[in-house]
């Protein structure tokens, strides 16, 4: 059975940091980048940043570059995203997810979800 657990939500102040897991099981973690994203209410789900297991490379949206990082531990099939310097528009569910080797920003290139973990970040 395919999962994707995230973990490490909560509430933080802006300005604040938190480190989200995506913790992979169920498939081959290396024929799959693991992307993440958010979405907040009413609001169309958002690519975040994704890491590519071809060659590492990664990706982030302009609305967090040089504020989150992306990181992957092939040994314990898990991707984390360390989020720093919290805005309070980063308030959203976030969701972790597997996809094609190459990486993708769009979340329809995406075959296996998570459930979410909830970031709120306090003004």
């Known amino acids: 059975e395919v999962q994707l657990v995230e973990s490490g939500g909560g509430l933080v102040q802006a300005g604040g940091s938190l480190r989200l897991s995506c913790a992979a099981s169920?498939?081959?973690?290396?024929?799959?980048?693991i992307g993440w994203f958010r979405q907040a209410p009413g609001k169309e789900r958002e690519g975040v940043s994704c890491?590519?297991?071809?060659?590492?490379?990664?990706y982030y949206a302009d609305s967090v570059k040089g504020r989150f990082t992306i990181s992957s531990d092939n040994a314990k099939n898990t991707v984390y995203l360390q989020m720093n310097s919290l805005k309070p528009e980063d308030t959203a569910v976030y969701y972790c997810?597997?996809?094609?080797?190459?990486?993708?920003?769009?979340?329809?290139?995406?075959?296996?979800w998570g459930q979410g973990t909830q970031v709120t970040v306090s003004s």
């Open positions: 997810a597997a996809g094609p080797r190459g990486g993708s920003s769009w979340y329809g290139d995406y075959d296996y």
């Open positions: 169920g498939f081959t973690f290396d024929d799959y980048a």
């Open positions: 890491i590519s297991s071809s060659d590492g490379s990664t």
